[in-house]
């Protein structure tokens, strides 16, 4: 598989304890494929180890959060003319051996956007018992939104093409972006593909998201996916300017 119009993401804060290897990882792998690491102004060593691992790094000068970590990455990839970028975490829990079936989905199917999700056999979604509770509701509210069904609207391993890179690069989710992305493509009328994957455990550090946080997320996504609606529905409503 050609990589040649492929830029790696991989959005970063604070995982100077992982990052080496994924980067080490996806350069053994592919080592024509151009990995950029965003770092989401970390106070540890994470840029310092993905360069030296191989990765460019873009470093902000500002916490952004992953929705600004991420798109700050989709702006720059659409700048410099790449066709589809691919999303990883930095925290090793997606395997980039999954990186070309994504790719050939994307490719082959001629969506917007392909979204890697945990295949049954990696023991289900491994995360608190008060988020596991929330992505299932959000299965539930974003089904009549989407038209279909969602497996997991949280997962950040993420293919998208040109299309999707040209409307994210203008605007996108500032937190906790997976599950308003999917609204926003829909109000598009952009399409999306899933492809089951064996997820791992994170090699290092742990998640952000406690439990307590949980609540606070489904509450935040559950407003930013409505007002998300209310903006497009808004949009679609107005009156055609006069001649």
């Given at each position: 598989m050609s990589f040649q119009e492929t830029l790696l993401l991989i959005p970063a804060y604070n995982e100077e304890g992982a990052i080496t290897r994924v980067v080490a990882e996806v350069r053994a792998l592919y080592p024509e494929l151009r990995i950029l690491v965003a770092d989401d102004c970390s106070t540890d060593n994470t840029a310092d180890l993905a360069r030296a691992a191989g990765a460019r790094v873009l470093s902000l000068p500002c916490h952004l959060g992953l929705g600004g970590c991420v798109q700050a990455g989709y702006k720059l990839a659409f700048g410099l003319g790449y066709e589809t970028v691919i999303r990883i975490d930095g925290d090793g829990q997606h395997n980039p051996t999954d990186i070309p079936?994504?790719?050939?989905?994307?490719?082959?199917?001629?969506?917007?956007?392909?979204?890697?999700?945990?295949?049954?056999?990696?023991?289900?979604?491994?995360?608190h018992f008060v988020r596991k509770i929330g992505i299932h509701f959000f299965r539930?509210?974003?089904?009549?939104i989407l038209g279909r069904p969602v497996s997991d609207p949280t997962s950040g391993f993420v293919a998208v093409n040109r299309r999707a890179l040209a409307v994210f690069s203008r605007?996108?989710?500032?937190?906790?972006?997976e599950i308003e992305t999917l609204v926003v493509l829909q109000r598009r009328q952009f399409t999306f593909e899933e492809v089951p994957c064996r997820m791992r455990q994170r090699i290092a550090g742990r998640s952000s998201i406690t439990a307590l946080k949980s609540v606070y997320y489904v509450i935040h996504v559950l407003l930013g996916v409505f007002v998300n609606i209310l903006r497009f529905d808004g949009r679609s409503r107005k009156a055609p300017a006069k001649r």
């Open positions: 079936r994504l790719l050939d989905v994307l490719r082959q199917t001629g969506c917007e956007m392909v979204i890697g999700v945990r295949a049954k056999e990696s023991g289900g979604l491994q995360t539930f509210i974003l089904r009549p605007s996108f989710p500032l937190e906790y972006p």
